[in-house]
T-cell receptor, first 114, second 116 residues
C-alpha cells in the first residue's frame, strides 16, 4: 500500500485566497483524521470521519475551515479565506476499524499564508 | 482534563548508546492505548511503538521498548544501540475516548539528536 497520500506537499498562498488540501487514506481504513501542527500549539485534531461521516469537528478553529469526505478514498480540508495565522503543517491520518487504534499519517502539507 | 507531558524538550545521545525519553499522562480510564511517534526532519509521522494499558507486559519493537508504569501514569521510551537515523522529534500520544468521540492527544515532543 502507498500509505496515506497528501497533496500538495507545500502550499504558499496570499491572505484571503482559498486553499484546498487533499488526502487519500489507506484503502480499507474506515477512519480519517485531519490534524494541524504548529510550534505554539503542537499537534491538534481538527476533525475526523468514520465511514465518510464527520464525527467530531470541535477542533475546527472557525467557520473559515471546512472538510469533506465524498467517498472512502478522498477527503479535502478547505480554508476560505486564508489568513497568516493559518500557516502550519496539516496532516491527514487514517486507521482501520478496531485493531490497535494506531493512526497512519501522511507526509503533511506545509501551508504558508503571506 | 487528559493531558500528555513530555518533560524533556531536547536530548542528545552518542551513537550506539541507550537513551530514555520520558512521558507522563493523566486519565481516569482503566483501559486505554498509548503510542510513541517519531517525526524525522522529513516531517513524516511514524508510529514507533504502541501499548495497551490492559497488558502488563511492556511493548518491544526491535531496538525500541517502553517502560509502562500504569500506577504512576508513566510511559517512557527506551532506544537501545542508538543510530544516526534515530535523530528526530519523538511524540508521546494517548488515545482519548469521550462521548463517542476519539482522538490521539499528543505531548509537545522531545527533540533527540544522535551524535556520531
Amino acid at each position: 500500500d502507498a500509505g496515506v497520500i497528501q497533496s500538495p506537499r507545500h502550499e504558499v498562498t496570499e491572505m484571503g485566497q482559498e486553499v484546498t488540501l487533499r488526502c487519500k487514506p489507506i484503502s480499507g481504513h474506515d477512519y480519517l483524521f485531519w490534524y494541524r501542527q504548529t510550534m505554539m500549539r503542537g499537534l491538534e485534531l481538527l476533525i475526523y470521519f468514520n465511514n465518510n461521516v464527520p464525527i467530531d469537528d470541535s477542533g475546527m478553529p472557525e467557520d473559515r475551515f471546512s472538510a469533506k469526505m465524498p467517498n472512502a478514498s478522498f477527503s479535502t480540508l478547505k480554508i476560505q479565506p486564508s489568513e497568516p495565522r493559518d500557516s502550519a503543517v496539516y496532516f491527514c491520518a487514517s486507521r482501520e476499524q478496531g485493531g490497535d487504534y494506531g493512526y497512519t499519517f501522511g507526509s503533511g502539507t506545509r501551508l504558508t499564508v503571506v | 482534563a487528559q493531558t500528555v507531558t513530555q518533560s524533556q524538550p531536547e536530548m542528545s545521545v552518542q551513537e550506539a548508546e541507550t537513551v530514555t525519553l520520558s512521558c507522563t499522562y493523566d486519565t481516569s480510564e482503566s483501559n486505554y492505548y498509548l503510542f510513541w511517534y517519531k517525526q524525522p526532519p522529513s516531517r513524516q509521522m511514524i508510529l514507533v511503538i504502541r501499548q495497551e494499558a490492559y497488558k502488563q507486559q511492556n511493548a518491544t519493537e526491535n531496538r525500541f521498548s517502553v517502560n509502562f508504569q500504569k500506577a504512576a501514569k508513566s510511559f517512557s521510551l527506551k532506544i537501545s544501540d542508538s543510530q544516526l537515523g534515530d535523530t528526530a522529534m519523538y511524540f508521546c500520544a494517548f488515545r482519548k475516548v469521550q462521548g463517542g468521540s476519539e482522538k490521539l492527544v499528543f505531548g509537545k515532543g522531545t527533540k533527540l539528536t544522535v551524535n556520531p
